[in-house]
């Protein structure tokens, strides 16, 4: 290696008291929480600052504030959660989620935040798939935009404040962005600080800190058609793995059921749920609305059995049931997947998403403003005037790390995480609108955590061990060393693991698929190993991705193993062999933990029981779609005399 | 950012910018519209300077006819027929019969925030078009005297609303003869829309759209004022082309007046 | 339906750098940042270029196309002639890093200077009252994806680099004019976008507004509404008059 590359010397080297991994909506609120409990805090981002995955976010940010309708509450809210989670969810954190997601939406109007408003001057709130009442506070179509802007804005608000007491904007809080994290130190068991590098000029830096949290979001970029960014690498996942943490629920992938599928270089960018929240339908060839042929049983109550009603539904939401175009996003993917599979898909290989001809032009425009012109400007159709083409993309994970519902934390003292990149919140199927709420709600509560912990060590930290940085910086320039000269391009390889993925793993999973996969994963693990950049360390995209496919890698076996291990199909996780929910399997979580350098090891773990006054919230008729008899047992019907809990 | 070279022409790039000697890589014709910008007004005013100057062929006796640029008409050399606001202006070469007027529209137009944008690029090449870079070595932009009094825009504003009105009163005054009777010819049409014209690029203003409800915060508690705000707002989205009309029909209306009062032409009539 | 294109692309540092010419393939209904990773994958692996979402919502890929600014990923190859040389840049006013990337970090400066929101200190959260049609000016502006093109393209600062110190740029204008809008805010901000912004170096020609990728009317809906409001409390002795005569308690 030239010595250009190598570059021997000192590291640059940070002390701070919570290193945040990831500037997106979790990372930030994280931040802003740490500093404001008085802790020395430092983001790390791998893109500029403000540039987060949450901007993609469009539709609305969901918590029950009631504002447009009187009658929803946290419990509502709990409950839709829970129902679109197929009860899998880890119902502290969707309680928590559900108590206090008003209160953080609030807050971002302290911090700057303009929301679209009621009538009345309160923050409006719309309708969407899975939620009984309107209920995402929202901008336009930009509602992530706004939540990055806002959080972005406090940080700056709070360096202001920093300033005028220090006279140094960063001395509490510094935004280092463009700068990549590669290895997390453990020592003595606990958090000891990061490993990273910075993009532009490749140098390293390590980062000296008790507490860590990841909020790095989701692992899309392991799919060919997905709506997510390049960052979305699964680095969180990948580094809590290696750190000795826990991951859970990895086999539910959401797919969201409208990404455009034409012209081939934006196939899977996002199309909003908004569109159909504002009345757009879905329609095959054949120009019929097919989302009624795909009501699921436990939905039937709840959805509209007529065009006619779910159209009344739009202005009259009190009497009518709403169209089976809002079901949930797994329900509406699926029915996607199979009306094009059955040959009546678009010309594209999607179906039609037609709001042209349910609004006026002038209304789609004021409503939908980024939506027409994402489609004016990358495909050259006026939405206003013809009907989308839409097809399902990967669009979240709701697996993730394993962690303590209260303080966000980890197996691993001092790792904390928070967004899409920890699990258990989502069950096996996201709500739209939950993933906003999602980042504020557990961003709080992970730099809360985190701030308690450093408080709780009382000034003993684990210092990082020196082998461990030599070893760090070691695996970070091994593509560019002799032992891979002649390996391959990463780029090659990357496609290749993004194929496998997309045909062996996708939407609908089959056991010997995904062997396959299992086996073409460790194939492309070895040649992962040895992919060769050349060029130099200043903003190399090869060297970035080479050192991104490790995470990839390891994360795409974990959604390929615990795919393989569930023998039913539930949100996010459809198995063509076993196509039913099957109760058994909704107390049971699977369990990754990382088993040498590129392998996992899975467990099953059971499901804390619900507490009974949660359980209470539901319907038993309801409950009994979702569980076994004799966990129905505690229910307030059952304990009233009823017996129809043991029928089942 | 130590050393910061000048950019004169394009040539040398500041330190630690991407090294492009090209003054601009634009590929299309971005010099159209500044030349054109310089040709209309250039042409404008030539013209306008000549009339102004020209002291004949301002008023049409017959049919009351006033062309604006003698409007009002002060000068002991106005015809007094012409002449609504008395005449007290000595009457030399040097001095317009609209002396009283003609510098506050001058002054109107030359600090409108659509016709800066027009002369600083066509004018004085700053910059140019978007993305070229402009020949200036130092640049302060409006913080200093003299185009700190850009700021004044809104007084000639008023001022301009005045001139308006006087403007409409000789409109209307066009419909009647000098014989005293109703009259209606293409004279009095060209002359309305001439004030039609001239108000709406008044009212479009920016200054207006301030003054009017853009500077108030809080719309909900002011609801006649949100409603002017947003008709001006409405009006100010079409700012430049209304600057351009109204150079249009203020040369037009001032050329037909010119033409039927030289005898080159008769006045189309409709009625008397 | 795919074409063999001629790119002619930027390479180089902050030292030194020259245009590089690519025949590189395209095919139907991509846009320029395609053939940029294009380029990536096949002929210049080590080819620096930012980008994120590829769908015109983050604005990272921000580069200059034929001399324009512009989002890669929004500028689609069919606006092009198959037979035209197309020229891609970085950002001409702000310092290189290597080939299309630039060191955007002026931005993030003047981002820290205006000052933040400043609630009433008594309103509770929850507690915010606004109308829409109050907060719909200042929307329109947080619709800005910070992007820097209106940045780039301001001759202020592209063309006088000794500028930068003392201009905001359009994007950070557009800030304190939002603010200012804001019917909540409590921060008196006029005569500071004057007096520490640079609001008066604008010449309001325009060029910010052409390159938002956003189409938000910069000029006309942020500037010269904050520029008049700048007049009422700098420059128009009425107001100033009144403000001495009838003083008003917190006025």
Request: hydrophobic letters at 40%.
């Amino acid at each position: 290696m030239s010595p250009d590359i190598e570059r021997p010397g000192n590291i640059e080297r940070h002390d701070y008291d919570v290193v945040v991994i990831g500037a997106g909506g979790a990372g930030l609120r994280a931040a802003i929480e740490a500093r404001a409990q008085g802790k020395r805090t430092a983001i790390i981002s791998k893109s500029l600052f403000g540039k987060a995955h949450t901007v993609m976010a469009e539709g609305g940010c969901a918590a029950a504030m009631g504002n447009v309708n009187s009658n929803d509450s946290w419990m509502v809210h709990y409950r839709d959660t829970m129902r679109g989670g197929k009860f899998l969810n880890n119902w502290r954190m969707a309680e928590l989620h559900a108590r206090e997601a008003p209160d953080r939406v609030w807050e971002l109007e302290t911090y700057g935040a303009l929301f679209d408003r009621t009538p009345d001057g309160r923050i409006s709130q719309r309708n969407f798939g899975g939620h009984t009442y309107p209920r995402l506070a929202h901008v336009g179509d930009r509602t992530g935009l706004e939540l990055i802007r806002t959080l972005q804005q406090k940080i700056v608000s709070l360096q202001q404040e920093d300033y005028r007491e220090t006279g140094d904007y960063d001395s509490n809080i510094r935004v280092f962005h463009e700068c990549t994290i590669t290895d997390l130190f453990v020592s003595e068991g606990r958090v000891a600080g990061a490993f990273a590098y910075y993009r532009g000029t490749g140098d390293f830096v390590r980062f000296d800190a008790p507490a860590v949290v990841l909020a790095t979001g989701g692992v899309g970029k392991s799919y060919q058609v997905t709506s997510n960014s390049w960052e979305y690498t699964g680095d969180g996942h990948a580094l809590a793995l290696r750190a000795g943490a826990t991951l859970i629920n990895m086999e539910f992938l959401q797919f969201h059921p409208t990404g455009m599928v034409w012209p081939p270089s934006v196939k899977g960018i996002l199309v909003t749920e908004s569109v159909r929240g504002d009345g757009g339908v879905l329609r095959n060839s054949e120009g019929k609305r097919f989302m009624f042929d795909y009501i699921p049983d436990v939905f039937k109550e709840q959805y509209a059995t007529s065009e006619e009603e779910g159209d009344r539904w739009y202005a009259d939401q009190e009497n009518n049931r709403r169209p089976p175009e809002l079901l949930p996003r797994d329900e509406v993917a699926r029915a996607i997947n199979s009306e094009v599979k059955a040959g009546r898909g678009s010309p594209h290989g999607g179906v039609f998403l037609d709001i042209a001809s349910r609004l006026k032009p002038d209304e789609i425009q004021k409503r939908l403003p980024s939506m027409y012109h994402q489609f004016k400007e990358l495909a050259d159709v006026d939405i206003t005037q013809e009907a989308m083409e839409v097809g399902p993309t990967c669009h979240y994970v709701m697996g993730g790390v394993e962690v303590d519902p209260d303080t966000a934390m980890s197996k691993v003292p001092g790792l904390f995480s928070a967004g899409e990149c920890s699990g258990g919140m989502h069950g096996s199927n996201r709500l739209g609108g939950n993933s906003l709420s999602d980042l504020l709600v557990f961003g709080r509560r992970a730099g809360a955590g985190a701030a308690a912990y450093v408080d709780g060590l009382g000034g003993v930290r684990a210092a990082v061990a020196i082998d461990d940085v030599t070893e760090a910086q070691k695996r970070a320039l091994l593509p560019f060393s002799s032992a891979t000269e002649g390996g391959e391009n990463p780029f090659v390889v990357h496609l290749e693991l993004q194929k496998t993925m997309n045909d062996l793993v996708g939407i609908i999973r089959k056991a010997d698929e995904m062997e396959l996969a299992l086996k073409a994963l460790q194939d492309i693990a070895v040649r992962a190993r040895t992919v060769s950049v050349a060029g130099r360390r200043e903003f190399n995209p090869g060297w970035h991705l080479a050192l991104d496919l490790r995470n990839m890698l390891l994360v795409s076996l974990c959604v390929a193993k615990a795919a393989l291990e569930r023998r039913e199909s539930r949100g996010g996780h459809t198995r063509d062999d076993y196509p039913v929910m099957d109760s058994d399997w909704r107390h049971v979580l699977l369990v990754l933990s990382a088993l040498g350098e590129d392998n996992v090891n899975l467990v099953r773990q059971e499901q804390l029981p619900m507490r009974p006054e949660l359980f209470d919230l539901f319907e038993l008729d309801e409950l009994k779609n979702y569980y076994t008899g004799e966990e129905l047992g505690g229910h307030r019907a059952d304990a009233s005399g009823s017996d129809k809990g043991d029928k089942l | 950012m130590s050393a910061a070279p000048e950019i004169s022409h394009g040539t040398v790039a500041s330190a630690g910018r991407a090294q492009i000697s090209a003054r601009t890589l634009r590929t299309d014709r971005w010099w159209l519209p500044p030349l054109l910008t310089f040709a209309g007004l250039a042409a404008w005013v030539a013209y306008a300077t000549v009339r102004a100057f020209m002291q004949e062929w301002y008023f049409v006796e017959e049919y009351n006819y006033l062309t604006p640029f003698y409007s009002p008409c002060v000068s002991v050399g106005c015809e007094p027929e012409s002449a609504h606001f008395g005449r007290f202006l000595p009457d030399v070469w040097w001095l317009p019969y609209a002396s009283l007027t003609l510098p506050f529209l001058l002054l109107f137009r030359l600090t409108c925030y659509y016709y800066r944008k027009a002369y600083y690029r066509a004018f004085w090449l700053s910059p140019p078009a978007c993305g070229v870079a402009e020949p200036h070595k130092k640049y302060s932009g409006e913080t200093r005297f003299p185009l700190l009094g850009q700021n004044l825009h809104r007084y000639f504003f008023y001022a301009a609303t005045l001139i308006s009105v006087i403007n409409t009163y000789d409109a209307v005054l066009a419909f009647g003869k000098a014989d005293g009777g109703f009259g209606l010819g293409l004279g009095n049409i060209i002359l309305v829309a001439n004030v039609v014209a001239l108000w709406a690029y008044t009212i479009s203003c920016h200054s207006c759209r301030s003054i009017v409800g853009g500077r108030i915060n809080n719309f909900s508690k002011h609801p006649m004022r949100y409603k002017s705000w947003q008709f001006v707002s409405r009006l100010n989205t079409k700012h430049m082309e209304l600057a351009w009309l109204t150079l249009a029909t203020l040369a037009l209306t001032d050329f037909y007046i010119m033409a039927v009062s030289a005898g080159w032409i008769s006045d189309l009539r409709i009625v008397g | 339906m795919s074409y063999d294109a001629r790119f002619r692309v930027w390479r180089g540092d902050d030292e030194k750098g020259e245009l590089v010419d690519y025949p590189v393939e395209v095919n139907e209904g991509e846009v320029v940042l395609d053939i940029i990773h294009r380029l990536q994958q096949t002929q210049a692996q080590d080819l620096a270029v930012r980008w994120n979402c590829k769908a015109g919502k983050c604005g990272s890929c921000s580069a200059e196309i034929n001399g324009r600014p512009r989002l890669m990923c929004m500028t689609r190859m069919s606006t092009f002639t198959e037979t035209e040389t197309i020229t891609v840049t970085p950002l001409r006013t702000f310092p290189v890093i290597r080939d299309l990337v630039t060191d955007v970090s002026f931005n993030y400066t003047k981002a820290r200077e205006i000052p933040s929101f400043a609630p009433p200190p008594d309103l509770a959260p929850g507690d915010y009252r606004m109308a829409q049609v109050d907060v719909e000016r200042s929307q329109e502006f947080r619709k800005c994806i910070e992007c820097f093109l209106c940045q780039d393209i301001c001759h202020v600062v592209r063309d006088h680099e000794e500028n930068k110190e003392s201009f905001a740029g359009p994007r950070y204008l557009m800030r304190i004019a939002e603010l200012d809008m804001h019917p909540l805010d409590v921060a008196d901000r006029q005569k500071e976008a004057q007096e520490e912004h640079g609001l008066g170096m604008c010449n309001i020609t325009k060029c910010c507004t052409e390159v938002c990728p956003e189409h938000i009317k910069i000029t006309d809906n942020a500037l010269i509404p904050l520029k008049e409001r700048v007049v009422d409390r700098k420059y128009d002795p009425l107001v100033w008059l009144g403000s001495k005569i009838f003083k008003r308690p917190g006025a």
